[in-house]
C-alpha cells in the first residue's frame, strides 16, 4: 500500500512514520512538500506531528492553507483515507476536515509520555485490527490536546460514534486522573462522519516497535493496510 | 490605516491561562479581581482606500484564520 508522508516545515515526525511504515511494515511510502499540489497516487495521507510553521497563530491554522492542504481536502472529499497525528490532528481541526479544536492543555505544561487508551470502536480502516475495548499504550507528546467542540457539533460526534479513542486508566475506565489534558469526553481521536479521515493525539508511529516499549501503534497502522486490502 | 484585532476565548470556555493569571496576581497581594481572559493582540496596518472596505476586510481576516470560531471570539479597532 502507498503511502503519502507530508512535510511542513517544522513537522519533525515525518521520518518516524516513514520508518514504520517502510522498515518495520514493508509498505511503499512517499513524501510530500508542503508547497506540492500532487498526492502521487498515494492510497493513505499520513499528517505526521510536529510544529508545523512554528504553531504560529494556533495551532495547524497556517499549514492548513499550505498548497499540498488544497489537494488532501478534495482527496478526502473524495472518500481518501487521511490521518492525522498530534500536530495533524490539530491541522485537520484548523481545515475543518474534522470537528471541534483544540485548546492549552488544562494542566498548561507540555505533557510527554506514555497513556493508557481505549479502543471505542473497531468497525473502521483505522481500528480494524484492534479490540472492541482494548486497552493499548501509547506515548503524547504535546501542549495543545484539549479537545473542545460545540455542544450540537460534541452530541453529534458521540451519536455518530465518531470517537474512536478515549483516554482511560489500565482497566479502560474514564477517571479525571485517565485524562491528561481535559479533553472533552476524554477524547483522543475522531474521525469524520464518512469515516475516512481521522486525527488523534498519541503517537503511534513511537509505539510499534518492541525497543520503544509499546507496539500497540502498529495496530493503527495495520488497519490502514487490511482496510486498503479488502478494498 | 492601523486596525487592532483581539482575539480572545469565547465567554464559557474555560481559559486555563487567564486562571493561571489570576491566581498569580492574587498570590501577589492583589485583591478583587474578578477574572482574568487572556486572548493575543494583532496588529494590522493596511492602505484600503474606505473604511468601509478595510472593516470588510479585517472581518473576512478574522473569520478565515486570525480567529477559530469554534472556541474564539474577536473585537476589531480602527485607528487612523
Not at chain 1, 498526492?39 to 497563530?57: E, H, N, R, T, W
Not at chain 2, 482606500?49 to 476586510?57: H, I, L, M, N, Q
Request: net charge positive.
Amino acid at each position: 500500500m502507498k503511502f503519502g508522508v507530508v512535510i511542513f516545515p517544522g513537522s519533525n515526525c515525518d521520518q518516524d512514520c516513514v520508518h514504520v511504515l517502510k522498515d518495520v511494515l514493508g509498505q511503499g511510502v512517499v513524501t510530500l512538500w508542503h508547497q506540492e499540489t500532487s498526492l502521487k497516487g498515494v492510497k493513505c495521507v499520513v499528517l505526521p506531528g510536529g510544529f508545523s510553521y512554528g504553531d504560529y497563530l494556533r495551532t495547524g491554522a497556517i499549514a492548513r492553507f499550505s498548497p499540498i492542504m488544497q489537494s488532501i481536502g478534495a482527496f478526502a472529499k473524495d472518500g481518501g483515507v487521511v490521518i492525522g497525528i498530534c500536530n495533524g490532528f490539530q491541522i485537520l481541526l484548523e481545515a475543518g476536515l474534522l470537528p471541534g479544536a483544540m485548546m492549552r492543555n488544562a494542566g498548561l505544561r507540555f505533557i510527554c509520555r506514555f497513556v493508557t487508551l481505549r479502543v471505542e470502536r473497531t468497525e473502521t480502516p483505522f481500528t480494524n485490527r484492534f479490540r472492541q475495548g482494548q486497552v493499548i499504550r501509547l506515548p503524547i507528546a504535546h501542549n495543545e490536546g484539549n479537545y473542545v467542540a460545540e455542544p450540537e457539533a460534541l452530541k453529534a460526534i458521540r451519536q455518530r460514534g465518531q470517537v474512536l479513542f478515549r483516554y482511560c486508566d489500565a482497566n479502560g475506565e474514564l477517571t479525571d486522573d485517565s485524562n491528561p489534558n481535559g479533553s472533552t469526553d476524554a477524547i483522543a481521536g475522531i474521525t469524520n462522519t464518512a469515516g475516512n479521515v481521522m486525527g488523534l493525539m498519541p503517537h503511534p508511529e513511537r509505539a510499534s516497535e518492541p525497543a520503544l516499549g509499546s507496539v500497540d501503534g502498529r495496530l493503527l497502522f495495520e488497519s490502514l493496510i487490511e482496510a486498503h486490502a479488502h478494498a | 490605516m492601523k486596525a487592532t484585532v483581539a482575539v480572545t476565548l469565547k465567554p464559557g470556555l474555560l481559559d486555563v491561562q487567564g486562571k493561571a493569571t489570576q491566581q498569580a496576581l492574587e498570590s501577589l497581594g492583589f485583591k478583587g479581581i474578578k477574572q482574568v481572559r487572556v486572548g493575543k493582540l494583532i496588529e494590522i496596518e493596511l492602505n484600503h482606500a474606505t473604511v468601509a472596505a478595510t472593516k470588510r476586510d479585517l472581518e473576512r481576516m478574522c473569520q478565515k484564520l486570525l480567529a477559530n470560531p469554534v472556541v474564539e471570539t474577536y473585537r476589531i479597532a480602527l485607528a487612523r
